[in-house]
Structures are given as structure tokens and as C-alpha cells.
């Protein structure tokens, strides 16, 4: 193997994305911040083949890093690198081939699909868009693409109102795997279907991953479901990465309060509400502007140092880091 | 039994739309007991909503309603006219809905909301309106038990000005103040993330044990009946399938559907290589298959399957199931 072949298939640093609260008057007459920031100083690689978790609550800003890796928001900081390549500023032109290699299956599949677009129009379009295969060869390939997402080659003449949540996210599938990605960021995807359903989706998620060696990061707030497929999981918390781990050893010995407290979740549901410890505190508040440590109002090793500044990540081992001062005491 | 809060018995329920209609729920029998909580557990599409919506009346113009019977603490439900049933439903029901904004009028801060809840329950007895004079105490007695400690701050802010957890434990604070005799909770925590959801459980637990009302709590998640409920009842294309006590139905469930969807629910549990699929999807309430609705996914399937819709097997133990493998009696 080369050294380039070694290099992360993404690189992630110091990504800052930052969304305006107030302009104008508004902004220079308030107190507040005129800017939330969603996501803060967040760096991670994938590797090629790699199932990456992003795990977190909602607000948590993880289906924010998944749109911004795929440039549909610009960020205020930081870089994103795709095969080494920086293309946090590319302008469109010179985007489009990242555009066909960065791939997104949404949580709501009937919005991500046009009402008025049989699945074949589709599949179709950003096959030809994309010139990703001769006019005459875009029926196998809609074909190929339905069968491997399990889906009988009929469905091409449906329409999105026809199908269920289910059909319709198998489309959302096979409209990502037909160009051929070399990134798909899936952002919740099974959290809007059925428990009967969902594990149909997982499962098709898992096969193809393995069948075409398919790199993902895939976005839940569920770290159950990401224990299921992900490799490496990182636990977001208000815009901030607090823990990256490899799956097992998060769930063995996760060093973050925070990803302990996500974990004494899992163990509850299993048995009943009596005899656990509830997390105390009020979520932190994003809009305010806070220097320190975003986990403080909830965290049981709160120091006083957690209030000055929010900590950086260190190394727990190689490949395991966490955002705590107090994580050796944990 | 006079200790039977709400007793539903044969409800169908529908919507007609261009000229056809289509029924959604169909042949649903319930029982709460006082202190009882009962839950209907139910992917989206098997009617489990539309079951406590029409109990309620909460369905929209187009809806249609049968029953052979719903009676709520001797009263007939189905006999009460629009007006009279708006009455029962202020003073002695109350509703929790996933989405809690909707509950909260945006205009008005959240102090005239608790007010009016006092004010209204006043009727009840002379203890409530020395309740409600001095209301403003109570309501941040009752901020706090829910888990607001700085209740008077919060009276002062708008509906949209809170989070979804505070909102929904402010609406459990207003139940609270209400004191009904049935309430319907209807995928209340859905909208929220796990560690809030996990304080608004357990807040339905206080209120169980504080209210000792009748509680119907309709969700598809099989985790939170498991916590909460006392019994449970299964529907699928808009029927019950299986209904027994809690423990009992998830220790030994007997209706294929509630094995697998039992299976599917706890398989992310545990670590596992592989989850267990149960293959296809809900039918269509336009287009049901002819016997038993679970039929075209069902692993144990025989002939006699498709031919007719099996009845409900009473197993005793207050144990039934709509299936033909239990169909020995």
C-alpha cells in the first residue's frame, strides 16, 4: 500500500459551521451572540470502508457536519478534505465530481424525492447529469440498483405517494449507490420507519456495506442502532465532539459523563424506571455563549476548570479520544 | 366490574373519503380500570391513534364512528351530544399528545395556562377553590414536582420560549392541577431525546401513582409499555391481535406479529450480528388480505390462514390472541 492509499478517505478539521440568530439592528442592539454555533472545532478522519457513527441528541449539530461534508452549508472555519484534496471552497464547477462521490440518504424519504418523478425519472437523472453511463445503459442500471435494494424492478413506474416508508427509503438507497459513491452519509435514516421495517433497512445497509465495501458515516441519535453497523462511533454533544471511540470499546469503557449517561439509557430500557440515576440539570443553552465546557450544568465530575474553557480532546489511547478534563476520574 | 373507568366495546372507526370510505380500526374492545394504566402498542397505520381519537371524539369531519358501546363511569359516551361531551372532556379527560405546542395557546404565557386549570377544577369540591384563589402557590409547588425548579421564572415565558421537555412537563403539571379520571397519552415522549425522555417517563410514573386515574397510553414503542404499562393491548391493520398483562405478553408473547416485532424491538439491545426481519410491510387499509391480516408476513402461515379472519382466543389470565394457532377451544 502506498501512503496515499493510507490517507483517510475524509478528513475533518476544526470544522466550524455557524448559523445567524439576529442581523441588522436586531444583532447590534441585542446582548445575545449574533451567531449559534452548530458545530465547533470538530475534527475526525474516515478511513475507506469505514462505517463512521455520529451519535448525539437532537440539536446536537451531527446532521449539520453531514450536509456541510457534502458542501450544502459553507463552513465559517476549518477544512474538509476528500482523497487529500481540500474542497472546503471549491466553487460549483470544480465540485461536481464530489458532488457524484459524496452521496446522502435522508430521514424523510418522501421529501427527498420528487412527487411529480416516477423512481425511474429518479434514477435516471443523476445518472445522465453525472454522465455516469451511456443513454442505452441507464435501464440495467436502474435495474441493478432497484434489485440490490431489494426492490422488484416494477417499481421504476411508481410514483413516491405509491410506496411506503420503507420502499421509498430502499429508493432513496439505490438513488445513492447508482453513482458509485465513495462516501454516503446517511442521516437518520431508519428513525422515521417502523421497528418491523427498521431492521429490514439495517440489515440492507449492513449487506451492502460489506457486499461493495461502501464507505459511511451514518447519523442517529440511537446508539443502539449505531452499535449495529458502525466501526467507530463519535458522540456529539451542542456542536462539540466529546468522545470517538472504535464501537466496542465506547460501550466497554466510554470515557465521556456525557456518553456514560447516552449509555445508562440503553441499560434502563432493558429493565424498568425504578433504580437508576436520572441526569439532573438543563440542557445547555446553544444560543448563549459559553467558553466553557458545554456538558457543565449536567455533568457529576464538574471542576472548576470546566467553567473557563471547554476542554480539548485528548487522547484516552490511540485511536480513542475524549473532550474532558475529569475523564481519568471516570 | 365497577371499578371499570372506561369500557369500550366493538369500535370501528374510518374516514370516508371520495365517496368510498375506508375503516382503519375495526372491532376494538378495551377495558381501563381505575389506577390501571393500558397501553396500545402499534406501528403507524394500525390504528392505534384513530382508536383513542375516536374515543374521544377527536377525529376530523370526514371521520365515521361505530360502537356497540363506550362507556366512561356509567355514563354512555355515545349517547352524549357534541356539547355535553366537550363538558366531560374539560373537567374529567385529559390528553397528552406528542407534540406539546399544539396543547399551549402561543399567545397567552404559560401562567394564564395553569390559571385556567385551577380556575376550572374549582367546581369540584370547596377544597379546589381555596386551590384555586390561591393558585399561583400551587402551580409552582407543581412546576417543582415535575422537575422546574425555578417555576415562577418559567410562568412568565411564552409557549415558544420553551423547550420541548419543559413544555411537556409543564403540560404534566397542568394534568396534575386537573385531577382527571382518564387520561390519554398518545406518543408523548416521541418527540424528544432520550435522556429527557427517560425524566418524562418517569413523570408519567409519579402521575399514575399521584392521580390514581385511568390511563390509556398509546405508542409504538414496545421498551416504554414494558416500563409503564399494567396491560398492553397489540394491534396490526387496525385490529387488536394480542392483549394480555404487560409481563406476561412480553415474557411469552403468542401472536407471530408481537414475536416479531418483540424480536425486532429488543434485538438492538443487545449486541448482535444479525437483526431478525419480519419480511414485508403493514398492508393497506384499502386493499386487507382476506383471513388473517398478518398472513402474507407470518412465518407459521397455513391455508386455513388466508381464509378467514381468525377470532379473538380468550387464554385466560386475561390473556387473548387473533390466531388460528391458538384456536384449540
Redesign the interface.
Known sequence: MTPRDEAPLLAVRNLLVRFRLRQGMTAALSKGPTYLKAVDDVSFDVRRGEVLGLVG??GSGKTTIGKTILRLYKPADGVIEVNGVDITHLGERRLKPYRRDLQMVFQDPLSSLNPRHTVRTALATPLLLHAICRADEVETRIDEALSRAGLPTNFKRRYPHEM????LQRVAIARALTMSPALVVADEPVSKL???????I??LF?DLQQAFNITIIFIT??L??A??LCHRIGVMYFGKLVEIAPTEEL?SAPKHPYTK??LG??D???A??EGQS??AGE?FNPAADTVGCRYFDRCPLRVERCRAAHPSFEDVKSGHGVACYEWRRS | MSDVTLSVRGLDAGFSMGGSTVMVVRDVDLDIRKGEMVGIIG??GSGKTVTGMSILRLLPDNAVTHAERIDFLGTDLLGLSAEAFRELRGRRIAMVFQDPVGAFNPAKKVEWHLKEIFERSAAKSPAHVDRAKNWHGAAIQLLKDVGIPHGADVMHLFPHQL?G?MLQRTLIAMVLAFEPDLIVADEPTTNL???????I??LF?DLQNRLDCAFLFIT?D??IA???CDRIAVMYAGRIVETGPTKQVFADPKHPYTQ??LA??????T??E??????G??PSPTDLPPGCLFEPRCDFAKPECRAKLPAMSDLGGGRGVRCVLYNHA
Open positions: 441528541e437532537s411506503s416508508g420503507g420502499q417502523d421497528v418491523s421495517v427498521r431492521a429490514q439495517l440489515n449492513k441519535h440511537d443502539r442502532v452499535r449495529y460501550f449517561a447516552l439509557t440503553l434502563e430500557s432493558a424498568t424506571l436520572a441526569v440542557a | 406501528e403507524s423547550s421537555g431525546d432520550n435522556i429527557v425522555e427517560r425524566q417517563l418517569r410514573r409504538h414496545m421498551s414494558h416500563m409503564l416479531g416485532l425486532s424491538a429488543l434485538a438492538l439491545d449486541k448482535t444479525r437483526l431478525k426481519e419480519i419480511p410491510e403493514l
